[in-house]
C-alpha cells in the first residue's frame, strides 16, 4: 500500500509531494557521486560514504555548518532558486579548507511552507553543482514542509560539510609571523553575507522593481549581481597545501575583514592591508553610496571584492601565486602581517 494521509494532507504537510521531490532530486545527488566516488544511495535513513583513509596515517575530521541568510529573500522575489544551493555549500566547504582538509561529504535541510517538488529540485540541482565544485558528495538531506512556519512561497536553506586532512598537514596560524605575504583570492561579489544590509540600503521588501535596474559600472541588473553565487576556493587553497606553500587561511564571511582575518592571525600578529591594492567590484560602491554606509561599516560587513586571504612566506609567495593561477585563480597580493594587536589595519 502506498504511503498517504488524507488528515495530514488537510493540515498541510503533502508527503506525497515529498517523494516526489525524492525522486526529482536522486539524479542531481547521483552527479555528485560519480565525480567523487561517493556510495549511491539515497533516500534511507543516514548519509553512507566510503572511506578510504590509506593515504592519511594521522586522520583528523574537519566539520562546518551555515546557510545562507536572508540573501534568499532575493530568490523569493526573483523566483530563482537554482543557484542558492552553491552558496550553501560554499558556507560550509570554503571554511573547513581553511583547517586544510579537503571536503568529504554534504548534507542539506530544507525547510519549507509548502513542497513543490519542482521547485525543490532547482534548488537541489544548486547544491549539486557547488558539490561537484568543492569535490565532494551529496550524500542526503532533508526536507520538511511546515505549514504555519513559513509562508508557501518561502523556505530556509542550510547545510553540513564533513572533510579529513591529516593531522600533519592541519594548517596552524602559530607558523604566521611578521613579514609573511598575504594573498586575496576575488570574491565573485556579495557572496552570502550582509544581506540584511543590502535589502535595506535597496528598500528591496518594499520596493522589489530595484532589483530591475542597471546602475553604474555593474553591466547587469542589481538583482543578477546580488544573486550571483559565492564562489568556492577548494581548489586552490588544496592546492597550496599540497605543495606546502600556506600557512593559513581566512574565508571573508560575516564581519568582513575585521572579524575573519584575525582568526588566521596568532597573537601579537596583525594584518595590514593596502586600500589602493584591493580590486574592490563596482556592487560595493554602489552599496556604500545608496546607502552612506562608512567605508569601515563596509569593510566590517562585506567582503570587498576578497573572498579568502591566504598567508604565505615572503620566500614563497611567487611559487604560491603561480600555483594558485594553475588553479584557475587570479590571485593578487593585497598585503603583509606586522607585529602588532590591532587585527586589522587598512591603509
Avoid: W
Avoid at 575530521?61 to 526573483?78: E, H, I, N, P, Y
Avoid at 558528495?137 to 512561497?153: K, N, Q, R, V
Amino acid at each position: 500500500m502506498k504511503s498517504y494521509s488524507e488528515s495530514y494532507t488537510s493540515a498541510g504537510v503533502d508527503i506525497t509531494a515529498g517523494y516526489r521531490a525524492v525522486e526529482l532530486i536522486k539524479r542531481h545527488a547521483q552527479r555528485t557521486m560519480c565525480s567523487t566516488g561517493g556510495a549511491e544511495t539515497l533516500g534511507g535513513f543516514g548519509g553512507v560514504f566510503p572511506l578510504d583513509l590509506s593515504s592519511t596515517p594521522s586522520p583528523v575530521l574537519v566539520s562546518g555548518t551555515d546557510g545562507v541568510g536572508t540573501k534568499l529573500r532575493l530568490a523569493f522575489l526573483m523566483d530563482k532558486h537554482d543557484t542558492v544551493g552553491i552558496d550553501c555549500v560554499a558556507m560550509c566547504v570554503n571554511d573547513i579548507v581553511c583547517c586544510g582538509a579537503k571536503p568529504l561529504f554534504f548534507l542539506d535541510y530544507i525547510a519549507l511552507g509548502k513542497n513543490i517538488p519542482e521547485r525543490v529540485e532547482r534548488i537541489v540541482a544548486g547544491v549539486a553543482d557547488g558539490c561537484i565544485e568543492a569535490g565532494c558528495a551529496l550524500i542526503g538531506g532533508e526536507t520538511a514542509e511546515m505549514p504555519g512556519s513559513y509562508p508557501p512561497d518561502e523556505y530556509d536553506l542550510a547545510g553540513f560539510a564533513v572533510g579529513v586532512v591529516d593531522r600533519s598537514a592541519l594548517l596552524d596560524k602559530s607558523a604566521v609571523v611578521p613579514g609573511d605575504v598575504i594573498i586575496a583570492l576575488p570574491s565573485s561579489g556579495v557572496h552570502s553575507n550582509g544581506f540584511s544590509l543590502v535589502r535595506k540600503v535597496f528598500r528591496l521588501d518594499s520596493n522589489p522593481s530595484a532589483l530591475k535596474m542597471t546602475c553604474g559600472d555593474m553591466g547587469k541588473p542589481l538583482g543578477e549581481a546580488l544573486l550571483t553565487p559565492t564562489r568556492i576556493y577548494v581548489k586552490a587553497v588544496l592546492a597550496l597545501c599540497g605543495e606546502k606553500l600556506i600557512k593559513s587561511a581566512a574565508h571573508i564571511t560575516g564581519g568582513g575583514f575585521y572579524e575573519n582575518i584575525p582568526r588566521c592571525l596568532p597573537d601579537g600578529v596583525s594584518a595590514r592591508i593596502e586600500r589602493r591594492a584591493l580590486r574592490t567590484p563596482a556592487i560595493f560602491e554602489l552599496i556604500r553610496n545608496t546607502g552612506a554606509i562608512p567605508e569601515r561599516d563596509m569593510f566590517n560587513t562585506f567582503n570587498m571584492g576578497v573572498g579568502m586571504c591566504l598567508t604565505v612566506s615572503p620566500s614563497n609567495a611567487d611559487r604560491a601565486l603561480e600555483a594558485l593561477r594553475r588553479a584557475g585563480e587570479s590571485p593578487y597580493i593585497i598585503g603583509e602581517t606586522v607585529a602588532s594587536d590591532c587585527g586589522v589595519e587598512i591603509c
